[in-house]
């Protein structure tokens, strides 16, 4: 069983950044795929970025590419979700992620994929 606890959500202008971090628990994260996902009042969740954890390849939704940036730290077993130029139309609930096994590319996207949930964090993009 793996426990995942995200932090670091919180009220931002648009432009601002923000860093998310989720810590699991258990001694085998560095055996989990690792994803980001949100979800906005009224919509369905949506992919956001995810980390393989064999060869440490990341994949972006495209409408995060190039703003931000997904990371992992085994020795600490975290997590991480570096946001910049945020926009008021991702403010959302931001869920982490976390699944064994190896992946195609595109399953990573995939929330049916990911075992293991944490229970969010809520950020918000101010205008």
């Known amino acids: 069983q793996v426990q995942l606890v995200e932090s670091g959500g919180g009220l931002v202008q648009a432009g601002g950044s923000l860093r998310l971090s989720c810590a699991a628990s258990?001694?085998?994260?560095?055996?989990?795929?690792m994803g980001w996902f949100r979800q906005a009042p009224g919509k369905e969740r949506e992919f956001v970025a995810a980390?393989?954890?064999?060869?440490?390849?990341?994949y972006y939704s495209d409408s995060v590419k190039g703003r931000f940036t997904i990371s992992r730290d085994n020795a600490n077993n975290t997590v991480y979700l570096q946001m910049n130029n945020l926009k008021p139309e991702e403010t959302a609930v931001y869920y982490c992620?976390?699944?064994?096994?190896?992946?195609?590319?595109?399953?990573?996207?995939?929330?049916?994929?990911?075992?293991?949930w944490g229970q969010g964090t809520q950020v918000t993009v101010s205008s």
């Open positions: 992620a976390a699944s064994r096994g190896l992946f195609t590319s595109s399953q990573y996207a995939s929330a049916g994929f990911y075992a293991y």
């Open positions: 258990g001694r085998t994260f560095s055996t989990l795929n």
């Open positions: 980390i393989s954890w064999i060869s440490g390849a990341t």
